[in-house]
């Protein structure tokens, strides 16, 4: 499922209907709304509407129809297809950097990207090699990141 990205879960139904109350894991539930298609243990959901209600999404999906139906997949996670993300200009998806190769301004290797923190002002990316250095992903100190080459370049201050 390597094109596939965990994006959230089934944590409640909504209505008798056969809607469902989604966390995302995304950035925002209004990005997970915008997919066509949703997956479910491997099976694609077509994805007929949806609304953000208190940060979750509810969503309505092509053969859930009914409570009962809705009920069995409580509880499941939701995955996106990463090919029809519309990520902006410089966007990626933060699985995809992980084992990157982390550089300084000046060129000078400090390791592999091997966990990403959420935090609440950002997120910290944590850098192991001759030492494990924690990052916060800022643009003071995220200089560059070349998903395709696989390169994080960053600058440093004293004391990291």
Not at 77 to 103: H, N, Q, R, W
Not at 113 to 136: S, T
């Amino acid at each position: 499922m390597q094109n596939y990205l965990e994006a959230g879960k089934i944590v409640n139904t909504h209505g008798i209907r056969g809607e469902l109350r989604i966390e995302p894991w995304v950035d925002s539930a209004e990005f997970l709304g915008g997919f066509s298609r949703l997956f479910i243990d491997g099976a694609p959901y077509k994805l007929l509407g949806s609304r953000v209600h208190k940060s979750f999404l509810l969503a309505s999906l092509e053969g859930v129809d009914d409570i009962n139906r809705a009920m069995v997949l409580k509880g499941k996670t939701v995955y996106i297809d990463k090919s029809e993300a519309k990520l902006p200009e410089g966007g990626f998806f933060l699985e995809d950097i992980i084992g990157a190769s982390v550089v300084t301004e000046s060129g000078d290797e400090l390791g592999k990207l091997a966990e990403i923190l959420p935090a609440p002002a950002a997120n910290v990316y944590i850098v192991r090699g001759d030492r494990e250095i924690l990052i916060p992903a800022v643009p003071e100190f995220i200089l560059k990141t070349d998903v395709d080459a696989g390169v994080i370049t960053v600058r440093l201050i004293d004391g990291m």
